[in-house]
């Protein structure tokens, strides 16, 4: 079992940088990839990034590459987003997800999902 709670999220003018943590609870968190999905008003919820468990491998959405960064560390059981250059279309609430099912750009591959945070930018 795997507790997730994401915080970090608030307003930001676009251009503008913010940092997302997911803080998770269980012995076995190291094993679990870890993504990040987000979900704008009236959309469905999309793959943003992703990594694999040795941290040696990150996925990303073509739409924030190169303007995101997914890291995590182990031994304090959290996985963070550096998002950098914010653009109003990033604006959602963004949830953390475990899982250890493929591909990693699916929502079916997670089992536990956080309760999300907000992410406003403004233009």
């Known amino acids: 079992q795997v507790h997730l709670v994401e915080s970090g999220g608030g307003l930001v003018q676009a251009g503008g940088s913010l940092r997302l943590s997911c803080a998770a609870s269980g012995r076995t968190f190291s094993t679990y990839a870890m993504g990040w999905f987000r979900q704008a008003p009236g959309k469905e919820r999309e793959f943003v990034a992703a990594?694999?468990?040795?941290?040696?491998?990150?996925a990303y959405a073509d739409s924030v590459k190169d303007r995101f960064t997914i890291s995590r560390d182990n031994a304090k059981n959290t996985v963070y987003l550096q998002m950098n250059s914010l653009k109003p279309e990033d604006t959602a609430v963004y949830y953390c997800a475990a899982g250890r099912g493929i591909p990693v750009r699916l929502g079916s591959a997670y089992d536990y999902w956080g309760q999300g945070t907000q992410v406003t930018v403004s233009s």
């Open positions: 990594i694999r468990w040795s941290a040696g491998s990150a």
